[in-house]
């Protein structure tokens, strides 16, 4: 069955860095574009960045982009977010989700707090 396992969350300070990983297993990681969303209290679930199943085209978020990079590593059925410049408003559980899947994990709290 798929699995998602997403890890590397935690607390840290404005203008701090995290970087989250997502295992996946049960599909064929490599074929899948590969998404993380985020969902901050009290909001709805939003999407932050999506990569294409070779990883040659990235797309990000307004409020992310140029803080947060996206990544895979298609050996290691893993992928990965590298968020820079963390801000509050970042603060939230974060998902990955294997486009036209409809599996979820758990998720990974990030909290941004001074």
């Known amino acids: 069955q798929v699995q998602l396992v997403e890890s590397g969350g935690g607390l840290v300070q404005p203008g701090g860095s995290l970087r989250l990983s997502c295992a996946a297993s049960g599909f064929t990681f490599s074929s899948y574009w590969m998404t993380w969303y985020r969902q901050a209290p009290g909001k709805e679930r939003e999407l932050v960045a999506r990569i294409t199943s070779t990883g040659g085209i990235k797309t990000y978020a307004a409020s992310v982009k140029g803080r947060f990079t996206i990544s895979r590593d298609n050996a290691k059925n893993t992928v990965y977010l590298q968020m820079n410049s963390l801000k509050p408003d970042d603060t939230g559980v974060y998902y990955c989700?294997?486009?036209?899947?409809?599996?979820w994990g758990k998720g990974t709290l990030v909290t941004v707090s001074s």
């Open positions: 989700k294997a486009e036209d899947l409809t599996y």
